[in-house]
């Protein structure tokens, strides 16, 4: 073993571990968004016909870069004007820091 191929391993390792939080994160927020979550407090989305919670989409756009969008019009007017089921987004947004810890802690730091 030389210390270039101990680099390389160790590489390697880092690279995974940085998808697989990556991807666990997004899983994370689309599971905050959609269904709401104890870890950002999000309540999810409303459901009145279920059209808005389905259209939320989780995809890798570019290697460890992750979209979680809806192309519904009135999603916004729904975060911030439902009366019973508001500020997913937000919430979730602001339990970032809490989402990367709970992903670190299901993977094993």
């Not at 998808?19 to 009145?48: C, K, N």
Request: without cysteine; hydrophobic residues 35%; glycine residues 8%.
């Amino acid at each position: 073993m030389s210390f270039g191929s101990d680099l390389e391993r160790f590489a390697a390792r880092l690279e995974r571990r940085t998808r697989d939080v990556a991807e666990g994160a997004a899983d994370e927020v689309h599971d905050s968004i959609v269904e709401g979550s104890a870890v950002t407090g999000s309540p999810g989305q409303p459901v009145e016909t279920g059209e808005l919670r389905d259209s939320w989409t989780n995809e890798e756009v570019e290697p460890d870069v992750w979209h979680v969008a809806t192309d519904k019009f009135y999603a916004a007017p729904v975060e911030h004007g439902h009366p019973t089921h508001r500020r997913s987004v937000a919430l979730t947004r602001a339990g970032w820091h809490e989402i990367v810890r709970t992903v670190l802690a299901r993977l094993g730091r």
